[in-house]
């Protein structure tokens, strides 16, 4: 098996990302602009947010029944209590995402639910396959991976396999050296 096997995934969906940067303008502007290739990202990322979230769970409360999105949230939440407070910044493009702020409210977040209608509704959902969903859904894709990798990141030796191109890791010192930093729950 590859190492850090989610860790790569992520970046090979945050590359597909990068890459429409080339045709559409990451800007709160642009939000609504859908397209096929967003459409792409975010079903493949919900995908990957489904199966990291599931190996979350396994990590916190192995026993424990996690079948879908509504069982993860308690479990993670439970265990990470500050995840709904993580910001993902785009320094590039000058913005900042909550993508797992709605799991303060106890609900699920709004690119989860557009995720959704885009698998089981795609023709008359379509238009939530945009910009704004697939930057958000990414960088919840983001952060469950940090918090999957979270015990590697107290080891000093550890170093990452390869770094993200538009989304920088929460409080670190510089776009390229992650050097100490810590994710909001200790």
């Not at 894709?141 to 993200?164: E, G, H, I, M, T």
């Amino acid at each position: 098996m590859m190492p850090y096997v989610h860790w790569q995934y992520f970046l090979a969906i945050e590359s597909d990302l990068e890459a429409t940067s080339r045709f559409v303008e990451f800007s709160q502007k642009n939000y609504a602009t859908y397209s096929i290739e967003f459409a792409r990202i975010l079903l493949s990322c919900g995908s990957e947010v489904d199966v990291v979230a599931k190996a979350l769970c396994q990590k916190i409360e192995p026993l424990g029944k996690y079948e879908n999105i509504d069982n993860y949230r308690p479990i993670i939440t439970g265990a990470y209590k500050k995840l709904s407070t993580i910001e993902i910044p785009l320094p590039r493009y000058g913005l900042a995402i909550k993508p797992w702020e709605e799991w303060n409210g106890n609900s699920n977040p709004s690119w989860w639910k557009s995720y959704n209608n885009v698998k089981h509704h795609r023709n008359i959902c379509f238009e939530e396959a945009n910009l704004e969903n697939a930057i958000r859904s990414v960088g919840g894709l983001f952060a469950l991976v940090l918090y999957y990798y979270k015990d590697n990141l107290s080891n000093p030796d550890f170093r990452w396999p390869s770094f993200p191109k538009l989304m920088v890791i929460p409080g670190s010192p510089a776009l390229v050296d992650y050097g100490d930093w810590q994710l909001p729950d200790p």
